[in-house]
C-alpha cells in the first residue's frame, strides 16, 4: 500500500495557481480512473488500483503550511513508513514542465514539505513539478499563488498525461519507468522523414568519341558533307 499526497490550497480561489500542481496531478489521476473522493484525515482521499497494488491519493484541505497533519494522520490510519509516501509538489528551482523524482532530502523553504517534515520526517519520496521562477525571491509569493498563463495550457496538459503515463510504474517502485514516461510524453520522439529514392544518373554520353570513330568510315565526300550540315 503507498500513499500519494497532491500538495495545494483548497477552494476554487486557488484551483489554477501554479503553487496547486500536486493537487493537479491527483485529481487526473483520480478522473482517470474513476475515483470518488472523501473527506478523511483533514483532507479528501481517493483510492486507486494499479494491478496488484494499492495506491491512497491525498490532498490536505488544511492549507499548505499546515500539510503535514493531514499526512501524519493517514500515515497512522494505514500503519504506512515514510518510504511508502509520495509528495506531487511544485518546484521553483525546475523550468515548466520539467519533472524530477527525489528520495527524501531537504525542503528546500517549501511550506508544504516543512509541514510534512517536522510531521513524518524526511525520507518519504517528492515529484518535483517545475513550474520555473519569477527571477527574484521577493515575486515568489504572488508568483506561486497565480494561475498558470494560457500559453502554459498545453504544456501543463503534456505534463500531467505524462504522469497518467507513469503511474503504473510509480506504484510499482520503478522510478526511472515512471520518469521516462513522462519524458517521452513532453518530448515525443521525431518520426524519420521518408526520403525519395534518387534515381541513378547515368553518365553522360562521350559525343565527341563516338562521331570522331564513326567518321573514320565515311568517304571524303561525306565527311565534307557533314561539316556543313
Known amino acids: ?57 491525498l490532498k490536505p484541505a488544511t492549507f499548505m503550511n499546515l500539510s503535514g497533519q493531514s499526512v501524519g494522520a493517514a500515515m497512522r490510519f494505514h500503519k504506512l513508513e515514510p518510504a511508502d509516501v509520495t509528495v506531487f509538489h511544485d518546484e521553483l528551482d525546475l523550468a515548466p514542465g520539467k519533472l524530477r523524482l527525489k528520495q527524501g ?16 520526517g524526511p525520507d518519504y519520496a517528492r515529484v518535483r513539478l517545475g513550474i520555473g521562477h519569477p527571477g527574484h525571491k521577493d515575486r515568489v509569493s504572488g508568483y506561486v499563488l497565480s494561475d498558470f498563463a494560457k500559453a502554459e495550457a498545453t504544456m501543463l496538459d503534456d505534463l500531467l498525461r505524462g504522469i497518467l503515463d507513469g503511474a503504473p510504474h510509480l506504484a510499482a517502485r520503478d522510478g526511472a519507468g515512471f520518469s521516462n514516461a513522462v519524458a517521452l510524453r513532453m518530448n515525443p520522439p521525431r518520426t524519420a522523414a521518408k526520403t525519395a529514392p534518387q534515381t541513378p544518373t547515368a553518365p553522360p554520353a562521350n559525343n565527341s568519341s563516338d562521331e570522331e570513330t564513326e567518321s573514320e568510315h565515311l568517304s571524303p565526300l561525306q565527311r565534307l558533307a557533314r561539316r556543313f550540315r
Open 1 to 57: 500500500m503507498q500513499l500519494w499526497v497532491g500538495l495545494g490550497n483548497p477552494g476554487a480561489k486557488y484551483a489554477g495557481n501554479r503553487h496547486n500542481i500536486g493537487f493537479m496531478a491527483l485529481d487526473r489521476l483520480a478522473e482517470d480512473q474513476g475515483a470518488t473522493w472523501r473527506s478523511k484525515f483533514q483532507g479528501e482521499l481517493a483510492e486507486l488500483r494499479f494491478g496488484p497494488e494499492r495506491v491512497w491519493l
Open 105 to 120: 532530502g531537504g525542503h528546500a523553504g517549501h511550506n508544504g514539505l516543512r509541514s510534512i517534515h517536522q510531521h513524518i
